[in-house]
């Protein structure tokens, strides 16, 4: 069983920085791709970034800039950088890993941007 855990978020002020970390308990590498999403008041889940198993990584237009997404394989970590945060960007922010056979996902992390 594959388990997913979340660390990082917490209370900052708008445009600071956080930077979230995903430690799986398999390998990673397994996996064909990993990624982050969050879930924002009053908005359905959406994906932030993704790092396939090969490291390239893709992100939704409207998340392009401020983020960025990386892996340490040695570590079994994935980790979300976020700059320039906003108020908007408050929310509970998963990890998630996608393999053949199954999609995990991490209990999530509170991220607050408030002054």
């Known amino acids: 069983q594959v388990q997913l855990v979340e660390s990082g978020g917490g209370l900052v002020q708008p445009g600071g920085s956080l930077r979230l970390s995903c430690v799986a308990s398999?390998?990673?590498?397994?996996?064909?791709?990993m990624n982050w999403y969050r879930q924002t008041p009053g908005k359905q889940r959406e994906l932030v970034a993704t790092i396939t198993r090969s490291g390239s990584t893709n992100y939704p237009d409207s998340m392009k800039g401020r983020f960025t997404i990386s892996r340490d394989n040695t570590k079994n970590t994935v980790y979300l950088q976020m700059n320039s945060l906003k108020p908007e960007d408050t929310g509970v922010y998963y990890c998630?890993?996608?393999?053949?056979?199954?999609?995990?996902w991490g209990q999530g992390t509170q991220v607050t941007v408030s002054s």
């Open positions: 998630n890993a996608v393999s053949i056979v199954n999609n995990y």
């Open positions: 398999g390998n990673i590498f397994s996996f064909s791709g």
